[in-house]
């Protein structure tokens, strides 16, 4: 993660994935996967209404970065079991507009082309 001296970067990529396994074992994936270079920020918070449904969300400076982080063996060996454990949902998400106390940041966004609506 980015030292506490230094501005980070704005995300690029927020990752959130919902789990429902015990906090200790969400800490100890979690402290891997910060330590990954280009992430940004990790936070693991509880449900309000589910005691036992953690969501963990990851902010990271690129989709490389956070692809990378992926396959790196720390990660491989210490995360993935966590990771298995998410939801099967889309958990990966571009950022196209953050506001913040620095201020707006807008993206016109590069991963997802909007689809073509074929005529009838």
Same mark, same amino acid.
């Given at each position: ?17 919902? +789990? ?16 990954? +270079? ?7 918070a ?40 998410? %939801?099967?949902?889309?958990?990966? %998400?571009? *950022?196209?507009?953050?506001q ?10 590069a991963? *997802? ?8």
């Amino acid at each position: 993660m980015v030292p506490s001296d230094v501005t980070p970067p704005a995300p690029g990529l927020v990752v959130v994935s919902r +789990h429902r396994v015990g906090l200790d074992e969400a800490k100890a994936a979690l402290v891997v996967l910060a330590r990954q +270079h280009g992430c940004l920020s990790a936070t693991i918070a509880r449900s309000t209404d589910d005691y036992d449904l953690l969501v963990i969300v990851t902010e990271w400076d690129t989709v490389r970065s956070y692809r990378k982080a992926l396959s790196s063996y720390e990660v491989k060996v210490e995360s993935v079991q966590l990771l298995a454990t998410a %939801f099967d949902e889309t958990t990966a %998400f571009e *950022v196209l507009y953050r506001q913040d106390a620095a201020g707006v940041t807008e993206h016109e966004g590069a991963l *997802v082309e909007k689809p073509q609506r074929i005529p009838d």
